[in-house]
Every structure is written in C-alpha cells, then in structure tokens.
C-alpha cells in the first residue's frame, strides 16, 4: 500500500487470522537478522522481531507497538470471508427470505478488512502496511507463492535469500454455492469494493466473490437474506463495538 518509508525495519507485524499470520511470520524469521517473538518482546528483540498481531487489534496496542517499534512494517493477511466459516451446515437449506443464521451474521460484523485495514494504517501510515491475500499463498504454487514471499521480504526490509515455504494453512472447503453464499453477500462485496478502493486497485482485483461465482455451476443464485433484528442497547462489546471507522 504506497511508497515504502526511508529508514531501517525496526520490527515486522504480522496481522490477521491467527493461522494466516502465523505462517508468514515462519517464514519471515528465517530471513538473516529477524526472530519470531511474541507481541509484547518487539521492543526487546535482537535484531528485527517478527511477530502475529491480531487484526482487529485494540488502539492500545497499535500504541504500545509504536512506541517499542516505530520504524516497523505491518503485513496484513486478508482471507476471503467464506474460509472462516468452520462447517457448511451453517448455510445448508438457506432460501430467499430466510433471515441470516447468527454464526453467518456474526461473520459479516468481524470480517470487513478494509475497517480493520484503515485502522492500521492510521496507526503506522499506509506506506508501512502492505496487503497480502492469504489465498496466494495457499492456493498457488511453491513458485509464485515464493516470488510473493520475495516481495514481502523486500517490503519488510529483510534478507533476500531463499528462506523456502512451508505448507500454508487451508480452510475446510466449502462447495462453490456456499462459498457464493458466503463471499457475495451484498455486505460483504461492499466492503471487499472498499477494500479495493483502498488499496487502488481494479475492480475485482480482491476476487473473492468473483472466484466464488465462478467456481459456482452455471446460473447459481445465491439466497437473498433478511438481517437479524439486532436489540438496541447501550452498550456494544467486541471490536465492531469498540472502533469503527468509515472511510
């Protein structure tokens, strides 16, 4: 996301689904100089500290982080939103009009990038950040899902040499229809165009719907759901309820 500031790394996060994150912090330690440890040693680490972050990461930590790091990068791993479904038996037998299961309902409130994406960004500066689609590192072969790990480590200021890829952590597959279920909801394509519109790139460049449809048997039509009818109260708990932005 932008130029990437002057100035050594002091520190790399690595932000998102704690699995995603963890893998690319792997391989990111192997790098000459970088060593894996946990949030609360970046300022004491020898070298560059590599370590996973939640992405919806309290402003308290963004905080603390800056002060033990101010010259660290941040890589945030995005995962299309149908990969953190557990098991397809949320969506089983969904039709028009059906009001949105909460687990799917849950999902939509927790899984808008592009809000938790600005947040780091207004943290450690868009220049700082750099987006990764966890797919092209699952999904793809060892071959470019190295050149992309090249292009991370060049990002973070780190070692060029080879460092190998371990296997990437896959989601439980969903069938193509759910995953159009999923992806396609008019709330989450809403957000993945934000998210687009962030990162100055084409429409369909995230492709998280468009892969699904794709994928999908010819003609599919995804259910249209009603939202839940959410109780209005006076206090709100989880992220959604402690920051959100608009952009």
Same mark, same amino acid.
């Given at each position: ?127 700082? &950040?750099?987006?990764? !689609? %966890? =797919?092209? #590192? +699952? ?8 050149? @992309? ?16 890829? &371990?296997?990437?952590? !896959? %989601? =439980?597959? #969903? +069938? ?8 396609? @909801? ?62």
């Amino acid at each position: 996301v932008g130029k990437v500031d002057d100035g050594p790394t002091s520190a790399v996060i690595v932000v998102g689904e704690k699995k995603d994150a963890a893998h690319i912090a792997q391989v990111l330690a192997r790098a000459p100089g970088a060593a894996l440890v946990s949030l609360d040693a970046v300022g004491r680490a020898r070298g560059i500290a590599v370590a996973v972050a939640p992405a919806d990461a309290s402003t308290k930590t963004m905080q603390e982080l800056y002060a033990a790091a101010p010259a660290l990068r941040v890589v945030f791993v995005g995962r299309r939103p149908s990969g953190f479904i557990d098991a397809a038996t949320t969506l089983v037998g969904l039709k028009d009009g059906d009001v949105m299961p909460r687990a799917l309902d849950d999902l939509v409130r927790r899984s808008c990038h592009v809000d938790q994406l600005d947040a780091w960004s207004h943290a450690f500066s868009p220049s700082r &950040v750099l987006f990764v !689609r %966890a =797919e092209d #590192l +699952s999904e793809r072969s060892y071959a470019l899902a190295e050149d @992309l790990f090249a292009e991370i480590r060049d990002f973070c200021g780190l070692s060029s040499g080879t460092t190998g890829v &371990v296997d990437a952590p !896959r %989601a =439980e597959p #969903l +069938s193509p229809e759910h995953r159009v279920v999923v992806d396609c @909801l008019p709330e989450l394509l809403s957000c993945e165009k934000r998210l687009e519109a962030r990162l100055q790139g084409r429409p369909g460049s995230i492709g998280w719907c468009t892969d699904a449809l794709q994928s999908a048997a010819p003609g599919f039509d995804p259910p249209r759901l009603k939202p839940p009818r959410r109780e209005k109260t006076g206090k709100r708990s989880g992220w959604f309820g402690r920051r959100r932005r608009s952009l």
